[in-house]
């Protein structure tokens, strides 16, 4: 299993980014692809998650500014970032789990690289 993210970069306050991660290796029917964060100094932190079924989560920190979808071969996570804000300046991680989705980094199964997203 291989996650390959691109999309980040730096924008100003309120601007957008749009993050993929692509997905290469096995996949299970009931996967969980999600998307994490991790500022410096702290915890990397659950943002969206999505399932195959199309179930999934948002946390409340990006809820009604981030949009998370997956094409239809379900081998493509998207992170749309809208509103964006200073605090939301973190590298961005794309992860899959074997499972039902969780906000818990732990849970997960494989990361991809990370791709630095700056908001000034």
């Not at 691109?6 to 993050?19: F, P, T, Y």
């Not at 789990?97 to 849970?107: E, I, L, N, P, Q």
Request: with cysteine; net charge neutral; charged share 20%.
């Amino acid at each position: 299993v291989q996650l390959v993210e691109s999309g980040g970069g730096s924008v100003q306050a309120g601007g957008s980014l749009r993050l993929s991660c692509t997905h290469f290796g096995y996949s299970s029917s009931r996967h969980c692809m999600g998307w994490f964060r991790q500022a410096p100094g702290k915890a990397r932190e659950g943002i969206a998650g999505i399932r195959r079924d199309g179930d999934g989560y948002y946390a409340d920190s990006v809820k009604g500014r981030f949009t998370v979808s997956q094409d239809n071969a379900k081998t493509i996570l998207d992170l749309q970032m809208n509103s964006l804000m200073p605090d939301d300046t973190a590298m961005y991680y794309c992860a899959i789990r074997w499972a039902s989705c969780s906000a818990a980094a732990a849970d997960y199964n494989y990361w991809g690289q990370g791709t630095q997203v700056t908001v000034s």
